[in-house]
């Protein structure tokens, strides 16, 4: 099918997978997915200065976890330098570039001078118009030259983005831009053009931040004779205080996002809705609903802000859609690297089947998951006697409560939810306490903590021998002084 559609994803391997760029990557693949097109990887690494190691590994893992699969790729642009230069050598013959010697001290020092006379930066076209013989001295020198496009000094550059609309830039803003450096690499707007007509590329989907560069992209199709391609400008995604997505936001690669316990459905869920949406109300979309929703008409122009209160309530929801057993299976990891190194190893997993219903309920994180559950797993726990004696209560109510408590658990044969409440729910109107009271001591004796998962199946996930000795542990507490 030759009209079909063809995107691509385009990572610069300069860095960790920033989130901005996955979200380019995720609406190419569900924009490729919704119209049954293909989704192509190619990594545009051609600036071998900023070139970081691993870094290409840390992109492609970040799409595998998100289930972004792509059919063609990874290319690299590394590996096809002759059809970049071939393509800037047919520009030079046919008069659209030149070969460019000025030095990069000369360059450095046009650019001071422009910035000391507050004139627009951009190359001054010293070498545009050379004469032959003086092209001839530059060589002798041993000059390498890069080549440069010869842009128009007049005109207009206009084209229709498919999300900002008629787009119109003025040519005498846009310098003579390098195509070629003297180290033998393309530029990236070069590279992407020649491969995004090689592979045939229908609709490029990127970042504002490269709106600016595509009336040079267009006068390069132009000069190349090639058939530009649709161009969609994704909008920015900001912080929550309105600031340009950085570091002191939060986590911004993706790679730091799944080691913090983020479901990669929830994050698909999350990523796709900074710039699109299906309505002004639906939240939660699972992928296949993405892929038969998503369309360009309802890409935004407004910035997107990326709100992590909203990504960890929805993470949670997408954490109580597993199933128990697809839940402690992603949570186990996290359980070993997150409690206490005191606790044995390996841990035991019928202990954490029967602790995960009730962590699942309130994790909003996987990484949470061994915070909530460590008074499941810990010999001491750690906490202020006085959070024993609750309102209403003292030192000695508390002890008579727990005391009691203990002496009617100890008989227990059956440890479990029902039983205990059996016994217990009375206990506080023979004791002539609130349920809230007794209960409220019997959580903190138990788990250390004034908010823990519902007391009774807590009680009997822990086992009867553990209540009993932390309650033990409690009574010693408040007999040292209470508060
Ligand atoms: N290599 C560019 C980037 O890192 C690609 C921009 C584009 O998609 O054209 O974002």
């Not at 545009?44 to 070139?51: C, F, M, N």
């Amino acid at each position: 099918m030759t009209n079909s559609v063809r995107v691509r994803f385009a990572p610069s391997p300069t860095g960790y997978p920033h989130v901005g760029n996955i979200r380019t990557a995720l609406f190419n693949w569900l924009f490729a997915r919704h119209s049954g097109g293909t989704f192509i990887v190619r990594v545009e690494d051609t600036d071998v200065a900023r070139k970081v190691e691993g870094a290409v590994e840390a992109i492609l893992d970040g799409l595998r976890w998100l289930g972004l699969d792509w059919d063609e790729g990874p290319y690299y642009q590394s590996q096809r330098l002759e059809l970049y230069h071939e393509a800037a050598q047919r520009l030079v013959s046919q008069g659209d570039a030149y070969y460019c010697y000025c030095s990069p001290q000369r360059l450095e020092e046009m650019r001071a001078e422009q910035v000391r006379r507050k004139q627009p930066p951009g190359y001054d076209r010293r070498c545009r118009d050379l004469t032959e013989k003086e092209r001839a001295e530059k060589e002798a020198e041993g000059i390498t030259p890069v080549v440069r496009f010869k842009t128009p000094l007049s005109g207009q550059t206009r084209f229709n983005d498919l999300i900002w609309g008629e787009v119109v830039f003025e040519n005498d803003t846009i310098d003579d831009f390098v195509l070629l450096k003297s180290d033998g690499y393309p530029t990236y707007h070069l590279a992407n053009v020649v491969d995004d007509h090689l592979m045939e590329i229908t609709h490029v989907l990127r970042a504002e931040e490269w709106l600016s560069s595509t009336p040079r992209h267009r006068l390069l199709y132009q000069a190349l004779g090639f058939e530009p391609p649709q161009f969609a400008h994704l909008p920015m995604i900001l912080g929550a205080d309105r600031a340009k997505l950085s570091k002191r936001h939060g986590a911004v690669s993706i790679t730091e996002y799944r080691e913090q316990g983020y479901l990669p459905e929830a994050m698909v869920n999350f990523l796709a809705l900074l710039g699109w949406s299906l309505d002004d109300k639906t939240e939660i979309l699972p992928q296949p609903e993405l892929i038969s929703s998503f369309s360009l008409e309802r890409v935004s122009r407004t910035a997107a802000i990326l709100n992590r209160d909203k990504l960890n309530w929805m993470n949670g929801v997408y954490i109580r859609s597993l199933s128990l057993e697809d839940f402690t299976q992603r949570a186990l990891p996290f359980l070993d690297s997150g409690l206490p190194a005191e606790v044995k190893r390996p841990l035991s997993i019928d202990y954490i089947r029967r602790i995960m219903p009730l962590i699942q309920e309130r994790a909003r994180t996987l990484a949470e998951v061994a915070e909530l559950a460590q008074f499941f797993f810990v010999d001491q726990l750690d906490y202020a006697p006085g959070l024993l004696i609750g309102k209403g209560m003292n030192q000695k109510s508390a002890s008579q409560a727990l005391e009691t408590a203990k002496q009617r658990l100890e008989p227990l044969e059956v440890f479990d939810a029902e039983s205990l409440e059996v016994v217990l729910r009375p206990l506080a109107e023979e004791l002539g306490l609130k349920t809230g009271q007794l209960f409220g001591a019997l959580r903190v004796a138990v788990t250390g903590r004034t908010a823990a998962p519902p007391l009774f199946q807590t009680m009997s996930v822990l086992g009867r021998e553990r209540c009993l000795r932390r309650i033990e542990a409690a009574l010693d507490r408040l007999r040292q002084g209470g508060r």
